[in-house]
């Protein structure tokens, strides 16, 4: 269901961004998604969906790739950096827990993979 | 006829036409002094018996309304209307979560000028309204003692986004397996800053903490 939400925006997105090829100027063969860890996002299930919601539409018949960012902390009391495993936010210097988020949040399509046919 | 292959930098955040209603919504009601809380949780974990007990105690405080994000169904809206609280239904025709536009639209019917907050009822689901910013000024996480203890654990991005928890039917606890120190613990490995607020439906205990943390929200908006 959360896939399904979400797919729709991404296959919105990238249906305005071929348009600007002009009429079918442009057959997409891939588009490259990148998602951060907190969106506990299923890629399999985000691929399923973008076959369906593509189907009938200038996307058809292109791939979803998808690229996934570990989630990020930075410590706010003693400036640690690192990653965070099964959602423990704690520092891994001074186990405090003032941490900031400053990776794992993204989601947005980085490009298209297109082909252009003149003629 | 040839063919071309070429990338094409695109760089487009998936929620950036929520995320310009929200920023809409934020604006609209930070100039009338108004303050938005998001409150999510499973389904049944007891938000519309909150907003019901909240409302006898917020009436003499603030001046508010409620809009009920359910997918289908009326109900919740109808148990508020029947205590006399100002209620804006939004049916989500099957989506899991409130989306920025459509609260935006929903507020815009509502006497903004004679109103100091607008809580939200979202669609009972930890995921997807976790996802989508409505413009609130605060996500309040609603945890229910007959679920895990570890749901913070599962669902870290609303715990995360969350600025307080209210762990609802606490008058269950004697008769749950549920540990509440380790509920508590997990909740601070998410996010230790996070308060949590302990309620009860059943022997109103919490409610004075919770009505307060509400009008503390609406004081800072206008402070
Ligand atoms: N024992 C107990 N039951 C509660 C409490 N709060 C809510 N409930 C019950 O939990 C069920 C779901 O509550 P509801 O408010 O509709 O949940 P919502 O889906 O989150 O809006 C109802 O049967 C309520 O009577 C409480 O504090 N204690
Ligand atoms: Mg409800
Ligand atoms: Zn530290």
Known sequence: ??????????????????????????????TRLVVGLLHQIVPESLTFAYEVLTKDT?????VLEIRLVPIVARCRVCGWKGEIHDSLFVCGACSG???????GKELFVESLEVEEHDG | MTAKKIKIKVYRDLMGANDLWASKTRALLKAR???????????????????EQTAALLATRLRFAV?????????????????????????????CHLEAKLVHRALLDLPLDALDLVIVENVGNLVCPAEFDIGENAKVAVLS????????????????EAKVVVLTKID????????????????RKVNAALPVIQVSAITRNGMTPWVDWLAAQHRSRIG
């Open chain 1, 58 to 62: 200038p996307a058809k018949g292109s």
């Open chain 2, 33 to 51: 002094g108004i303050a938005m809380l998001n409150l999510i949780s499973s389904p049944g974990s007891g938000k519309t018996t909150l907003l």
């Open chain 1, 1 to 30: 269901m959360h896939e399904v939400s979400i797919c729709e925006n991404l296959v919105t997105t990238v249906l305005k961004e071929l348009a600007q090829g002009g009429k079918g100027a442009w057959r997409l063969k891939k």
């Open chain 2, 172 to 187: 269950l606890l004697p008769h749950l397996p549920f540990s509440l120190p380790k509920c508590l613990e997990y909740i």
């Open chain 2, 145 to 160: 003692v007959t679920e895990g203890e570890d749901k913070p654990l599962k669902y870290p991005l609303l715990f995360r």
């Open chain 1, 97 to 103: 827990g003032d941490l900031e988020t400053i990776a």
């Open chain 2, 67 to 95: 809009l009920e994000g359910d997918v289908a169904t009326t109900h919740d809206a109808e148990r508020l209307a029947r205590l006399g609280v100002r209620v804006s239904q939004l049916l989500t025709s099957g989506a």
